[in-house]
């Protein structure tokens, strides 16, 4: 686990673009922490770093699913109002975890089980109006090297 501390929302999305320069297809994100955390704010910035257009991220709680297009698909999902996998399954968003586009989730601790056990962990921490403690972690094979780069960035 390495942990970032951002002062402002841009650093936070400094922080999402350059891991999203280095994003690579079958990527998954799980992102937790309270509302106003930076959840949102982070996928912001990580659509930039693929070459996504910023301005065109927003929540998906009511949609669950917001698709972007860059270098990659970034397919940008909240599982905010979901409680059970069979849920999450029932919306047909499977699809998009693991394929051809990075998916990026929002309260994935809400549905237990349902992303793949290899993926990126992000937990976010409100300390202060404007600074935000983010731990980062991996389950499964792959991240090491992210990691051992990113511990670096913030
Ligand atoms: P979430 O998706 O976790 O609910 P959002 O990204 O939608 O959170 O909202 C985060 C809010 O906090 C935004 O209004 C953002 O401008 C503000 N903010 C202030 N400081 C930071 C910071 N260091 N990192 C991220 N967001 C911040
Ligand atoms: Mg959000």
Not at 44 to 70: E, I, M, N, Q, W
Not at 77 to 93: C, K, N
Request: aromatic share 10%; hydrophobic share 40%.
């Amino acid at each position: 686990m390495i942990e970032w501390k951002t002062a402002s929302a841009e650093e936070t999305m400094a922080l999402g673009e350059r891991l999203g320069k280095l994003a690579q297809a079958g990527w998954v994100i799980g992102l937790s922490g309270d509302l106003g955390a930076g959840k949102t704010t982070f996928v912001k910035g990580f659509a930039r770093g693929l070459g996504c257009d910023p301005a065109g991220v927003t929540s998906p709680t009511f949609t669950f699913l917001h698709v972007y297009r860059g270098r990659i698909p970034v397919y940008h999902v909240d599982l905010y109002r979901l409680e059970t996998a069979r849920q999450a399954s029932d919306l047909g968003i499977d699809e998009y975890l693991g394929g051809d586009g990075v998916a990026l989730v929002e309260w994935f601790e809400n549905v237990p089980g349902w992303l793949p056990q290899t993926r990126l962990e992000l937990f976010l921490e409100v300390t202060g109006e404007d600074t935000r403690k983010i731990r980062v972690g991996a389950k499964g094979e792959g991240f090491g090297k992210i990691l051992e780069e990113a511990a670096s960035w913030g």
